[in-house]
């Protein structure tokens, strides 16, 4: 069964600290891995979207990392803004006969304080 | 662009009555998604759209939900009759194609009662 897990549940972190989220999968084939931030009240927005071939993509202080061969990818976020506070969501397309099918993780909750 | 625009944005309504979300995707934008997101499930797709044409809705949870998609820039959620476990909040996004990222819009909150 394609599954996306993603860990912590929950984050608290003072601002400017860096942090880093995970997400394990086992969706195959795969297509491609997305980082989405939703804050509190809004729809998501895509941070990331990386494809087997890429290692690593950054999109200004939110740095992606994959590794399809472990079926891992880590989202992390370097010197914490209050307004970084916010649903992360992890989200895996499967490629093949089941192409464009995604599967969600759960989210990981991010509070930043000051 | 004004982004995806969805209307109503909140809805209340009682067990037993119609729903009809609504979805305005963004100009140029060929691929629409809809989807439903809840404390205990997350989210998740019901139905996705390429060029106007329904794709996988094997997420729709049963025969009370409809989707459709006149054209490229409408399309409608429907929930005929509705239960009070459909409350949650419904999301459309749209994207270029279905590998390009998706632009959410704001979400319809459903209650029903």
């Known amino acids: 069964k394609n599954q996306v897990e993603q860990s912590p549940q929950s984050l608290i972190i003072l601002e400017g600290k860096n942090c880093t989220l995970q997400c394990n999968y086992t969706v195959s084939p795969f297509s491609n891995l997305r980082w989405y931030k939703q804050d509190t009240g809004r729809g998501p927005v895509s941070l990331t979207i990386m494809t087997f071939s890429e290692n690593t993509k950054s999109n200004g202080r939110y740095t992606a990392t994959l590794d399809a061969d472990t079926k891992q990818s880590s989202l992390h976020i370097t010197a914490s803004q209050l307004s970084d506070s916010a649903s992360y969501i992890c989200v895996v397309m499967a490629g093949g006969t089941s192409y464009g099918k995604l599967t969600f993780g759960q989210g990981t909750i991010l509070t930043v304080h000051p | 662009d004004a982004g995806v625009i969805q209307s109503p944005r909140h809805e209340v309504t009682e067990m037993g009555q119609e729903v009809t979300l609504r979805c305005k995707p963004i100009s140029g934008h060929n691929s629409l998604f809809w989807y439903r997101q809840t404390m205990m499930r997350g989210l998740e797709l019901l139905i996705y759209f390429n060029n106007n044409v329904p794709i996988d809705d094997s997420g729709m949870p049963e025969d009370r939900f409809s989707a459709k998609m006149p054209n490229a820039s409408f399309s409608t959620l429907k929930i005929q009759p509705s239960e009070p476990r459909d409350s949650a909040v419904y999301f459309c996004?749209?994207?270029?194609?279905?590998?390009?990222?998706?632009?959410f819009g704001p979400g319809t909150r459903l209650t029903v009662l």
């Open positions: 996004a749209s994207s270029f194609s279905v590998r390009n990222e998706q632009f």
